[in-house]
């Protein structure tokens, strides 16, 4: 198994590392609404815009939003659904720049990025390419597309202008009748795509997620279908996977959970809302998955990551989907982002934070849980640092045990105290008659990590050598 170097980031947003646990519950951190960001009332935009992008360009310091415009249901993949792009200096105020690329009626000055492609713009869908070696022009990449045309690669240099890499499309099965993801893994050394299958044929089973392969982009492996660890299988109509911040090993998917046919609107209320008539039969809301590679996702905690809000335009179909991109916005705080109000007067983005590095924790009541990890090699000036919250009363313990179990001295519950505090990134230190141990003095090749919580949380723990989190 490959275990942590130094720098290594390890979140209970997943089992992974975790061998055993008792007394202990897990469950996920629930993110917090800081409100709209950005509304679709241009022209071009409209209730239907949606599958939505968001990226950090750090080489031009800025956040990157694209979203499909489509104003009226009948262009849906056709001419007049375009992709738009919105940007801004802190995740937060959104601008339109006026690109000069593509007019809209009588109106030249749009933030349109690509037009008159159909049906590419239906769910065009970039990312920044972090392979070591890539060239400036291709820097940005999307893929876009649905069935029988597939999907076909575009590339950028600046985000702005796009060409298409090809006239034959880069993957050709499944339905991507979805937001269809991809980025490049340093952790696999592939791009991957999760793209949207079903369980039937054509258009009928399960909405469900399938994964292709591909060394430089252009040639991609035959989808195969993603395992849900034995979990029934459910509509997942987006699933939003990519690697998690700090976390590159560890990919998350913030993905809409789609329930067909689960109406809570009766009809009148629906014409109250001015919803569009054929999007109030069914309702949404958000899980959690995730993946540490190959054809398999975990559903850790099963329940959903984030519920429909109060008020009937939150239980709307299709509203409630995320949008791909999870960024950093502040050094403690971690953003994604919401479609809400969809096919209503009033569409909107809204804006959700969790605290940096809190997606699920392990949590200990009012009796001491334990949690020991599975076993991993420690280099001699690997230090522990750990994510965690108690209550004023409530701890949490550290111990150091060897591949067997067995306690090391120097680093027992009682050399390390109880630690207390709410903190993002807490040192851990043993101390045994005035000298103060690090995790890497252990003189072991390969460790567990056993933890006590009592009225607390432990939401990560971090090998490194004794640099803050970035």
Same mark, same amino acid.
């Given at each position: 198994?490959?275990?942590?170097?130094?720098?290594?980031? %390890?979140?209970?947003?997943?089992?992974? #590392?975790?061998?055993?646990?008792?007394?202990?519950?897990?469950?996920? !951190?629930?993110?917090?609404? %800081?409100?709209?960001?950005?509304?679709?009332?241009?022209?071009?935009?409209?209730?239907?815009?949606?599958?939505?992008?968001?990226?950090?360009?750090?080489?031009?310091?800025?956040? =990157?939003?694209?979203?499909? +415009?489509?104003?009226?249901?009948? @262009? %849906?993949?056709?001419?007049? !659904?375009?992709?738009?792009?919105?940007?801004?200096?802190?995740?937060?105020?959104?601008?339109?720049?006026?690109?000069?690329?593509?007019?809209?009626?009588?109106?030249?000055?749009?933030?349109?990025?690509?037009?008159?492609?159909?049906?590419?713009? *239906?769910?065009?869908?970039?990312?920044?390419?972090?392979?070591?070696?890539?060239?400036?022009?291709?820097?940005?990449?999307?893929?876009?597309?649905?069935?029988?045309?597939?999907? *076909?690669?575009?590339?950028?240099? $600046?985000?702005?202008?796009?060409?298409?890499?090809?006239?034959?499309?880069?993957?050709?099965?499944? @339905?991507? $009748?979805?937001?269809?993801?991809?980025?490049?893994?340093?952790?696999?050394?592939?791009?991957?795509?999760?793209?949207?299958?079903?369980?039937?044929?054509?258009?009928?089973?399960?909405?469900?997620?399938?994964?292709?392969?591909?060394?430089?982009?252009?040639?991609?492996? =035959?989808?195969?279908?993603?395992?849900?660890?034995?979990?029934?299988?459910?509509?997942?109509?987006?699933?939003?996977?990519?690697?998690?911040?700090?976390?590159?090993?560890?990919?998350?998917?913030?993905?809409?959970?789609?329930?067909?046919?689960?109406?809570?609107?009766? !009809?009148?209320?629906?014409?109250?809302?001015?919803? $569009?008539?054929?999007?109030?039969?069914?309702?949404? $809301?958000?899980?959690?998955?995730?993946?540490?590679?190959?054809?398999?996702?975990?559903?850790?905690?099963?329940?959903?990551?984030?519920?429909?809000?109060?008020?009937? %335009?939150?239980?709307?179909?299709?509203?409630?989907?995320?949008?791909? +991109?999870?960024?950093?916005?502040?050094?403690?705080?971690?953003?994604?982002?919401?479609?809400?109000?969809?096919?209503?007067?009033?569409?909107?983005?809204?804006?959700?934070?969790?605290?940096?590095?809190?997606?699920?924790?392990?949590?200990?009541?009012?009796?001491?849980?334990? #949690?020991?990890? =599975?076993?991993?090699?420690? &280099?001699?000036?690997?230090?522990?640092?750990?994510? #965690?919250?108690?209550?004023?009363?409530?701890?949490?313990?550290?111990?150091?045990?060897?591949?067997?179990?067995?306690?090391?001295?120097?680093?027992?519950?009682?050399?390390?105290? &109880?630690?207390?505090?709410? !903190?993002?990134?807490?040192?851990?230190?043993?101390?045994?008659? +005035?000298?103060?141990?690090?995790?890497?003095?252990?003189?072991?090749?390969?460790?567990?990590? *056993?933890?006590?919580?009592?009225?607390?949380?432990?939401?990560?723990?971090?090998?490194?050598?004794?640099?803050?989190?970035?």
């Amino acid at each position: 198994m490959k275990t942590p170097p130094i720098g290594r980031l %390890e979140l209970m947003a997943d089992r992974h #590392m975790i061998q055993r646990t008792k007394r202990l519950d897990h469950r996920l !951190e629930e993110p917090r609404c %800081e409100g709209a960001v950005f509304w679709f009332d241009q022209p071009w935009e409209g209730p239907l815009s949606g599958y939505c992008t968001v990226l950090h360009d750090s080489d031009r310091d800025e956040f =990157k939003l694209y979203y499909r +415009g489509l104003s009226d249901g009948s @262009m %849906e993949c056709r001419r007049g !659904e375009v992709t738009c792009l919105a940007t801004s200096a802190d995740g937060i105020n959104w601008i339109r720049p006026n690109l000069g690329l593509h007019s809209w009626q009588d109106k030249d000055e749009t933030n349109i990025v690509l037009a008159e492609e159909p049906p590419f713009s *239906h769910n065009f869908t970039p990312f920044i390419d972090l392979r070591p070696d890539v060239s400036k022009e291709s820097c940005f990449k999307a893929l876009a597309g649905v069935a029988p045309l597939g999907l *076909h690669a575009y590339v950028s240099s $600046d985000g702005v202008n796009w060409t298409r890499q090809s006239e034959r499309p880069a993957i050709s099965d499944g @339905m991507l $009748d979805s937001q269809n993801v991809a980025f490049w893994s340093n952790h696999e050394q592939l791009y991957i795509c999760y793209l949207r299958t079903w369980t039937g044929e054509g258009f009928s089973g399960t909405r469900t997620i399938s994964r292709s392969v591909s060394k430089d982009f252009r040639r991609w492996s =035959k989808p195969k279908q993603m395992r849900f660890g034995g979990r029934p299988l459910e509509h997942l109509y987006t699933n939003q996977t990519q690697p998690y911040p700090g976390a590159p090993h560890l990919y998350i998917g913030i993905a809409a959970r789609f329930m067909p046919d689960r109406q809570r609107l009766s !009809e009148s209320e629906a014409k109250e809302l001015k919803v $569009d008539p054929e999007y109030y039969n069914d309702c949404s $809301d958000v899980v959690l998955l995730t993946s540490r590679g190959g054809n398999r996702y975990a559903r850790t905690v099963p329940e959903a990551f984030l519920r429909p809000g109060i008020g009937l %335009e939150h239980w709307v179909s299709r509203t409630n989907f995320p949008a791909y +991109g999870v960024v950093q916005t502040a050094p403690d705080q971690l953003s994604f982002y919401l479609n809400t109000h969809y096919a209503q007067p009033g569409a909107q983005l809204c804006r959700y934070t969790l605290p940096l590095d809190r997606l699920g924790y392990l949590e200990g009541r009012d009796a001491w849980g334990e #949690m020991i990890s =599975k076993s991993f090699p420690v &280099e001699q000036n690997a230090q522990l640092s750990i994510n #965690m919250a108690t209550s004023a009363a409530g701890s949490v313990q550290v111990a150091v045990l060897d591949e067997d179990y067995a306690p090391l001295p120097g680093f027992t519950w009682t050399e390390c105290g &109880e630690l207390i505090g709410n !903190e993002l990134d807490r040192n851990v230190r043993w101390v045994q008659e +005035g000298v103060i141990r690090r995790l890497g003095q252990a003189a072991v090749p390969r460790i567990r990590l *056993h933890f006590r919580l009592r009225d607390a949380r432990l939401y990560a723990y971090r090998i490194h050598s004794g640099q803050p989190r970035t």
